[in-house]
């Protein structure tokens, strides 16, 4: 897809004790894009481009003119807070009620996928740096002393807090998604969102699943993804196949989100997703 950027000006603006290299641009909006998508692509928030142009939703059209204010540093969120991820999140929700980036969050927390789970603590800002620091120079250290000192096998304590912490990982995963076992198929896919909350559509699935006592339904071709198969989606969550679409065809899925927000938010991702027994 083409995408018409044009440069209006770039200049230096201090603040405080940092700096920020800051770059101008108009970005002319394509078929298919979300304000998710923009903000990710040029390193910006949801909410600084909302900002930015008066946008009072994420609605978005064709050949609008967008002024996007991307900036070489990295993030200079004071936040430094510490983020527990809850049922129905995602790094795109989590990303705009923080004002900060879906990289950013990703580079923060060594994030390889958008796959979160619910129980998972992120870190958001300043504050996750000096945490990567401090591990890294706890590893070395703990390698340091097992050459020295190799036959010291009751220092294995040092591990503990760290099987705890998987543990706790571990048992949220549970709560949340069967994908470490009884996983029948794994595939990956297109997913869009839609919400129950946008003008004309019902609350009733193709299954006759009611949408406002079970809002976790994803919309699928059955021909891939049989209908009524329980599923976990890779930065959704676990489901229901309950759903059908006449764009949904082939190696395509629909996830359903309660605002029409946060359908904005999500975009156009490509996901893993599992069919479990």
């Known amino acids: 897809m083409k995408k018409t950027v044009v440069a209006i000006a770039a200049g230096l603006i201090i603040a405080g004790s940092g700096s920020t290299q800051a770059f101008a641009a108009e970005y002319k909006v394509q078929d298919g894009d979300s304000l998710w998508k923009i903000s990710n692509e040029n390193n910006v928030s949801i909410k600084q481009l909302k900002e930015d142009n008066n946008l009072s939703s994420d609605i978005i059209f064709p050949n609008?003119?967008?002024?996007?204010?991307?900036?070489?540093?990295?993030?200079?969120?004071?936040?430094?807070?510490?983020?527990?991820?809850?049922?129905?999140?995602?790094?795109?929700?989590?990303?705009?009620?923080?004002?900060?980036?879906?990289?950013?969050?990703?580079?923060?927390?060594?994030?390889?996928?958008?796959?979160?789970?619910?129980?998972?603590?992120?870190?958001?800002?300043?504050?996750?740096?000096?945490?990567?620091?401090?591990?890294?120079?706890?590893?070395?250290?703990?390698?340091?002393?097992?050459?020295?000192?190799?036959?010291?096998?009751?220092?294995?304590?040092?591990?503990?807090?760290?099987?705890?912490?998987?543990?706790?990982?571990?048992?949220?995963?549970?709560?949340?998604?069967?994908?470490?076992?009884?996983?029948?198929?794994?595939?990956?896919?297109?997913?869009?969102?839609?919400?129950?909350?946008?003008?004309?559509?019902?609350?009733?699935?193709?299954?006759?699943?009611?949408?406002?006592?079970?809002?976790?339904?994803?919309a699928v071709d059955p021909s891939v993804i049989p209908l009524g198969s329980k599923v976990y989606v890779e930065g959704y969550g676990q489901a229901i196949a309950a759903d059908t679409g006449g764009a949904i065809k082939g190696n395509k899925i629909d996830v359903h989100l309660n605002s029409v927000q946060e359908a904005n938010n999500w975009g156009v991702k490509q996901v893993k997703v599992q069919i479990l027994d």
């Open 64 to 218: 609008q003119t967008l002024q996007v204010n991307s900036s070489e540093k990295k993030s200079t969120t004071n936040n430094n807070s510490e983020y527990t991820v809850v049922a129905g999140d995602t790094l795109g929700h989590i990303a705009v009620d923080n004002g900060v980036t879906i990289n950013q969050l990703k580079s923060w927390n060594n994030l390889s996928s958008d796959l979160i789970i619910v129980g998972q603590k992120l870190s958001i800002g300043n504050k996750a740096s000096a945490s990567e620091s401090n591990t890294s120079k706890n590893n070395s250290t703990a390698n340091n002393s097992a050459n020295n000192k190799v036959t010291e096998q009751p220092k294995e304590e040092k591990a503990a807090p760290t099987t705890q912490k998987s543990t706790s990982s571990n048992e949220a995963s549970s709560n949340s998604s069967s994908a470490q076992g009884n996983v029948s198929k794994e595939l990956t896919v297109t997913a869009t969102a839609y919400s129950k909350a946008e003008p004309g559509m019902g609350h009733m699935t193709a299954t006759g699943i009611d949408l406002n006592d079970n809002s976790r339904v994803i």
